[in-house]
Structures are given as structure tokens and as C-alpha cells.
């Protein structure tokens, strides 16, 4: 079936390091690609948005392209700060079928200033 | 988007009993779904209401346990029915604007169950 792969449960980084967040995904379809945010007491925000007519999201320093060839929609951000850390969340949507929403473990984030 | 405000924001309940959390949205959506969240983890589906039908539940959440309401097209109720600790976690209701766009959520509802 469909489905989010995060393996990265927890990352610790220092202030103005590099974020990498690996996921990867598993679909029939060439699926609508999200990453969202959770910072502590909140619920999720989206962050962002790739469809297939676009193949990279960028929103507030963090970017994420989608790759086809591998199945990956990994979230990047040159230099990540203390108001960055959250717990980030890869999704998808299919784009037929039933359009379940899919999403990932979550990966927690904490930057150490 | 859709803003989605829930009520109330956290609740403490004895073990047997019941319990409503609401969900209202500043637009009229077609869909809501109801997710549960345990402490750091990923976010649960467990239910789809759509307006004027039975929820759809997902494997793992029961109509019996967890009931679902949706009598228009901006609000649901989720019920926690013999309330139990395990059922201990933050519940969020969600939404989105179509099939294939994002889906918005609520703060979320956390619920003590003791």
C-alpha cells in the first residue's frame, strides 16, 4: 500500500548547522507532497507543498524537491535556528483513487542554540 | 485555508466515563477527519465525516468507542465513549479545502484520562 518512510526519529543540531530530513515514499500514483511543522502544544502547519507540476517547495528557509526517480521528498534548510525546533511531518495525498492523507512518523527536531 | 477551532483544549476525565470534543471551521468543508496523537509520535487516523453520513472509521477505532457527529458543514463532535488511560492523547480534527489539497488542523484537544 502507500505509505511515508522517516527513518530520522529524533535529530539534535547546533544553531546555523544544515538540516537534512530524509523521506521517502511508496505510492501507484505520482502523489501531492507535504511537509509539515509541529512545535509543542500546537497542532501540524503546513509548511510545504509539491505537486507534480512543481517539483521544489521552498517556504521560510526549508526546501524540499521532489524526486521522482528515487521516491523522495527530502526537507532541507542551510541553517537551521532555535525557533526551528518542531517535530517535522513528510505526507502525501494520492492524486486518485480514494486521496487518503499519509503520513510519516514525524521527525523531532531540536537545535541547540 | 481553513482555520478549525476546537473545544476544549484539554480535559481530565475518571476511567468509565464519556466525554465530547468539538470542532468548528470558519468555512464550509466537505470532509472532516479526527486524529489522535500520543506523546511524540506520529498522528493516527481514525475517523472521516462527511456531512449527513456515518463516519468512516479507520482500523483500530470503533462508532461504538469513539462516536462521530457532523450535522452541517462546519462542525463535528467526537465522543470518547468508557473512557480508559490508553485513550490518554491529544486529538486533532482536520480538514481540507479538496481532494488533493492540504489538509488544515486544529490546536488539538489533550485528554487525561485517570
Known amino acids: 500500500g502507500d505509505s511515508v518512510t522517516q527513518k530520522q526519529g529524533q535529530v539534535t543540531l547546533s544553531e546555523d548547522d544544515f538540516l537534512f530530513i530524509n523521506c521517502t515514499y511508496s505510492?501507484?500514483?505520482?502523489?501531492?507532497l507535504f511537509w509539515y511543522v509541529q512545535y509543542p502544544g500546537q497542532g501540524p502547519q503546513l509548511l510545504l507543498k509539491?505537486?507534480?507540476?512543481?517539483n521544489k517547495g521552498i517556504s521560510r528557509g526549508f526546501e524540499a524537491t521532489y524526486d521522482k526517480g528515487t521516491t523522495s521528498f527530502h526537507l532541507q534548510k542551510a541553517s537551521v535556528q532555535e525557533s526551528d525546533s518542531a517535530v517535522y511531518f513528510c505526507a502525501l495525498v494520492e492524486n486518485t483513487g480514494y486521496q487518503n492523507f499519509y503520513f510519516g512518523k514525524g521527525t523531532s527536531l531540536t537545535v541547540i542554540p | 485555508s481553513v482555520l478549525l477551532y476546537q473545544k476544549p483544549n484539554r480535559d481530565i476525565c475518571q476511567s468509565g466515563t464519556s466525554l465530547k470534543i468539538q470542532c468548528v471551521a470558519d468555512?464550509?468543508?466537505?470532509?472532516m477527519f479526527w486524529y489522535q496523537q500520543f506523546q511524540e509520535q506520529s498522528l493516527m487516523l481514525m475517523a472521516t465525516a462527511n456531512e449527513g453520513s456515518e463516519a468512516t472509521y479507520e482500523s483500530g477505532f470503533t462508532k461504538d468507542k469513539f462516536p462521530i457527529s457532523r450535522p452541517n458543514l462546519t462542525f463535528s463532535t467526537l465522543t470518547v465513549n468508557n473512557a480508559r488511560p490508553g485513550d490518554s492523547s491529544i486529538y486533532f480534527c482536520s480538514s481540507r479545502l479538496g481532494v488533493s489539497y492540504e489538509q488544515y488542523f486544529g490546536p488539538g484537544t489533550r485528554l487525561t484520562v485517570l
Open positions: 505510492t501507484t500514483t505520482y502523489p501531492t
Open positions: 468555512s464550509q468543508v466537505v470532509s
Open positions: 509539491v505537486t507534480t507540476a512543481n
